[in-house]
């Protein structure tokens, strides 16, 4: 039997800040609203471009690129924060 890996996207791993609603009129003289997004707290507690700077300095799993998507093995992130667990033990 194989396993298959899963995936996560820069979604699933980075910090979301809060989106408000936004109205705006179209040209066309149409209203459009853009809806609100709750902010959401990725696995790493990390900002996205904080993710990428930790890529470059080769101290975060590469992403695998699939077609135009950039994912991250659920594997490979398990075992980065594994490896990163601070453990702490108070006398």
């Known amino acids: 039997m194989t396993l298959v890996d899963q995936y996560l996207r820069m979604a699933d791993l980075a910090n979301q800040p809060e989106r408000k609603a936004k109205t705006y009129?179209?040209?066309s003289g149409q209203q459009r609203t853009v809806t609100a997004k709750a902010a959401?707290?990725?696995i790493t507690g990390f900002s996205a471009k904080h993710i990428y700077h930790l890529i470059n300095e080769g101290k975060f799993p590469a992403p695998v690129k699939i077609g135009r998507a950039s994912l991250w093995r659920l594997s490979d992130i398990n075992a980065w924060l594994a490896s990163h667990a601070t453990t702490t033990s108070e006398v």
Do not use: A, E, K, L
């Open 25 to 27: 009129t179209t040209r």
């Open 40 to 42: 959401t707290r990725g």
